[in-house]
């Protein structure tokens, strides 16, 4: 009797081990998750920060927002760029393309590199406003639109040249100078301070003839101020700064 006693709770506690480990076996695979499926967005953490571009004259944004895989820059932002090539208002045609680079490596203040130095920058050539009697200089609209990395990968950027009006163009005291100069070798000292006032005051809107003749002369000031304005040039590594009109998204 006793060795049927122990026989029986061998066999319960055999079959209550088995039972056990059944469950537990069970368990698992229902908990799994399978290797292919694919998390909501909700439960996928992604790390982000903020990080700043360098602030020029004028700027008013220079946030750069980075995740895991590309950081964007904010639209707003101000880049410095070069000219890669000679450029001058007088020869430039609409359509032209016209070739800028980054001098250096576009970073963040955070040191962050976001674009490596000779990053060529390409423009187009979407208007041409010659020069202008009465000291009007010359302006050149420019669509910025493509980017091509050291290693030959293309992208897209969209901005315009961060300037009154968006355009290349000669400081208006570029034209004071030279209607002053111009006016002094002929006339003497009076005529050109006359035009150079004259020249300024037509900058900010003000009628030049009004303020220049009394203090030069009249004959200095108009014929300084009759003359055309100044074309715009520049050489290779001339450096302008443009502003992104669209955010930038620069993937790792």
Known sequence: MKKELRKFCALFLLASFISINNFSLSACAETTTPANEIKPVSQIQIKSQVEHLPSYDKTEINTVNITSKKATISQGNVIK???AQSFSSKTAKVGDKVDFILKEDLKTEEGRVLLPATTKIIATVKE??????????????????DIVLPDGTTGTISAQVHSKNATLKRSSWAAVGKASLWTVGLFGIGAGVGAAIGAAADAVGTGCLAIGMPVGGGLGLILGSVTKGLNYKAKPGKTIYIELTQDLDICY
């Not at 009007?136 to 639109?145: C, D, E, F, P, T």
């Open 128 to 145: 041409v406003i010659p020069t202008k009697i009465w000291n009007r200089n010359a302006q050149v609209l420019l669509s910025i639109g």
């Open 81 to 83: 760029i070069a000219f």
